[in-house]
């Protein structure tokens, strides 16, 4: 049980750090997009990425989402969404450009040619001012594999408009990407089901 002095102690360092809180709150007044990048390991970085989603659609506002490797268009993420937009025509675009991931499909050249169709895809929304959030979903790997050209993307993100966000997925995000970005979310693995044998649970992974 807390003491007269310790509630008193408390109640001084909470005064204290609000007082903080506040002048940082106060001093950011850079109203503008911003772009953020998940990478990492971890389970997680898409996941992140559609709960946004919803968060912007929650907001009013307008938002499109291109996959780049993932071909399935299956997921509970994309079947959910899909009511959303055919509940509410132009509030959502989401555009399953992947041809499945590179294990699977073999081909460097198809995999090289999706990633350019849905870059193409993407610069479109990046160019929309009435965009207000864009989810490019496991770009990385684009990068990765040199499928695109990362000075050309910055430079589209750069020139997209102020006030639109961008969210970038996918492991091994670049440097200049991350030096790029104003929020990066690095998701460590520390433990996951599928080292203990357990498959993609559909709900979970999918």
Avoid at 35 to 48: I, P, Q, R
Avoid at 93 to 118: C, K, L, N
């Amino acid at each position: 049980m807390s003491s007269p002095d310790q509630d008193a102690r408390h109640t001084a360092r909470m005064v204290r750090k609000k007082a903080v809180i506040d002048a940082r709150i106060a001093a950011a007044q850079d109203a503008r997009g911003v772009l953020l990048v998940n990478t990492g390991n971890g389970k997680g970085k898409s996941s992140a990425a559609f709960g946004v989603v919803a968060r912007a659609l929650g907001h009013g506002q307008r938002v499109a989402v291109v996959q780049f490797v993932k071909g399935r268009t299956d997921t509970g993420e994309e079947a959910f969404f899909r009511t959303f937009a055919e509940r509410e025509p132009g509030r959502l675009a989401w555009h399953v450009s992947g041809e499945g991931f590179t294990w699977e499909t073999q081909d460097a050249a198809r995999d090289a040619a999706a990633a350019q169709a849905a870059w193409a895809i993407a610069a479109t929304h990046l160019a929309d001012p009435a965009t207000d959030l864009v989810v490019l979903d496991e770009m990385t790997y684009a990068f990765k594999y040199g499928w695109l050209d990362l000075p050309a993307v910055l430079a589209a993100f750069a020139a997209r408009p102020r006030p639109q966000h961008v969210i970038v997925t996918g492991r091994a995000a670049p440097a200049a990407l991350i030096e790029a970005a104003d929020t990066v979310t690095e998701m460590a693995m520390v433990k996951h089901a599928f080292q203990a044998g357990v498959p993609a649970m559909p709900g979970l992974e999918w």
